[in-house]
């Protein structure tokens, strides 16, 4: 089964920017929908992002118009690009398939902070 590794996490200040990764050890092509979930603490994990095999995306509205995902099928990564960050978006950030059948990688903590 693929298996997923997020990075690019790290701490930002509010309105700054981060790009996340996520490489999976096998091809991804054959996955139809790439998500970025997200997990704050006391929440439970959330979609945030998706893209399908063809390009086509959706954003969670807390995220829309700041976000950007992408896909790299050769590269079997996929991308989170976040922009105006706010405190809020604080949380540990996963990759997976939608819906998610994927094993689950440790994540990446993003912190939006002062």
């Known amino acids: 089964q693929v298996q997923v590794v997020e990075s690019g996490g790290g701490l930002v200040q509010p309105g700054g920017s981060l790009r996340l990764s996520c490489a999976a050890s096998?091809?991804?092509?054959?996955?139809?929908?790439m998500g970025w979930y997200r997990q704050a603490p006391g929440n439970q994990r959330e979609l945030v992002a998706a893209i399908t095999r063809g390009g086509i995306t959706e954003y969670s509205d807390s995220v829309k118009g700041r976000f950007t995902i992408s896909r790299d099928n050769p590269k079997n990564t996929v991308y989170l690009q976040m922009n105006s960050l706010k405190p809020e978006d604080t949380a540990v950030y996963y990759c997976?398939?939608?819906?998610?059948?994927?094993?689950w990688g440790q994540g990446t903590q993003v912190t939006v902070s002062s």
């Open positions: 096998g091809s991804i092509f054959s996955i139809t929908t």
């Open positions: 997976n398939s939608r819906p998610f059948y994927l094993n």
